[in-house]
C-alpha cells in the first residue's frame, strides 16, 4: 500500500522544463511538468496518431494494399466483366456454328442427321406472319391453323399461383360476378354487373400504357405494373386517366356502371396478365 502511495506522489511531483541558452545560459523558456501530465499527454498523442492512421486507410485507396480488404467496387466491376466475357463467349460459339454450317453447305456435305446447335424460340412466344406474305396461297390455311393454335397454347397457360402469394391486389369494383374466367373459351377475364354507377379502381401500382374507346368495349384502360404484370379494365363509361399517368393501387382511374343488355352481359370486365400469359382474376382477389 504504501509502494503504491509513494508511486503516486512520485507521478504528481512537480518538475520544471527549462529551455537554456547553451551559450550565456539564460534561461529562455519553462514549463511546470509532473510525470503524470506527461503520461496523459503521451496517451492522447498515441491515440489521435492512431486515429489518423486509421482513417487515412479506411478512407483512402491504401486499403486496397491490406491482404484480404476487398474493394466492393472492384468486385462488382469484375462481375460484371465475366458476365460481358460469357456474353462474348456464347456469341463467338454461335458465330462459329453458323459459319460451320455455311461452309458445310458450300462443300456440300450438309446433312440432316444432326440438329442445329443454336437455342430454339420459346414455344410460347408468338411471331408475326407478315413476312411469309410472299409464300404460296394454298398454305395460307396452315399458318392460320398453327398461329391460332400458338395463341391459344400460350394464353390458355397458367402461371404458378404461389408467385404472387405476398401480392396484396386491390379489388376494382364492388359487383356481383356473372363472368368468370375461361381460356378455352376465350374469356380472359371476369365479367361483372354493378348495382349502381362505380368508380373502377386501379389493383395495383402502375403506369397507364394504354387508353382507347371502342363500340364493343366501350373504355379501356390497361396499367403495367412490376413484375410484367398487366391489369386489363374495359367496358367502363369514362376514363379519367391518361397514357403515361402513375396510379396508386386503390385510385380511381375510371366510371363504369352502364346499363347490361343482352349484346352487353356485363357492366365492366377485369383481366390480369402475366409475361403474357393470361390470369384468373379470381384467383388473387374476391370478386
Known amino acids: 500500500m504504501a509502494n503504491a502511495k509513494e508511486i503516486l506522489q512520485k507521478l504528481r511531483d512537480k518538475y520544471r522544463l527549462v529551455v537554456l541558452n547553451d551559450k550565456t545560459f539564460e534561461e529562455k523558456a519553462s514549463v511546470r511538468l ?47 466483366l465475366f458476365q460481358t466475357v460469357d456474353s462474348l463467349e456464347t456469341s463467338v460459339r454461335q458465330r462459329d456454328a453458323l459459319l460451320g454450317n455455311i461452309r458445310q453447305v458450300i462443300n456440300g456435305e450438309a446433312g440432316t ?33 398453327m398461329e391460332r393454335e400458338n395463341v391459344e397454347l400460350r394464353l390458355g397457360a397458367q402461371s404458378d399461383n404461389r408467385r404472387f402469394l405476398g401480392v396484396t391486389f386491390f379489388r ?66 369514362q376514363s379519367l386517366k391518361n397514357v403515361g399517368d402513375y396510379v396508386r393501387a386503390g385510385e380511381v382511374i375510371g366510371i363504369s356502371g352502364g346499363v347490361a343488355s343482352g349484346t352487353r352481359p356485363v357492366q365492366f370486365e377485369f383481366q390480369l396478365w402475366y409475361n403474357g400469359i393470361s390470369l384468373d382474376p379470381a384467383a388473387y382477389i374476391n370478386f
Open 172 to 237: 376494382p369494383v364492388e359487383g356481383q360476378l356473372v363472368r368468370r374466367y375461361a381460356p378455352d373459351e376465350r374469356v380472359y377475364g371476369v365479367g361483372l354487373v354493378l348495382s349502381r354507377e362505380e368508380g373502377i379502381k386501379a389493383t395495383l401500382d402502375g403506369s397507364v400504357i394504354y387508353n382507347g374507346f371502342s363500340f364493343g368495349e366501350q373504355h379501356v384502360i390497361c396499367i403495367q405494373h412490376a413484375s410484367n404484370l398487366v391489369s386489363w379494365y374495359k367496358q367502363m363509361n
Open 34 to 80: 509532473s510525470l503524470l501530465k506527461v503520461f496523459i499527454a503521451l496517451s492522447i498523442a498515441i491515440v489521435l496518431f492512431a486515429s489518423a492512421i486509421g482513417s487515412l486507410i479506411v478512407f483512402t485507396p491504401l486499403r486496397e494494399y491490406i491482404p484480404g480488404y476487398a474493394d466492393v467496387s472492384m468486385r462488382r466491376d469484375l462481375v460484371a
Open 113 to 145: 442427321e444432326t440438329p442445329d446447335s443454336f437455342p430454339t424460340p420459346d414455344v410460347g412466344m408468338r411471331y408475326g406472319t407478315d413476312i411469309l406474305d410472299i409464300a404460296a396461297p394454298f398454305d395460307s390455311l396452315l399458318r392460320l391453323q
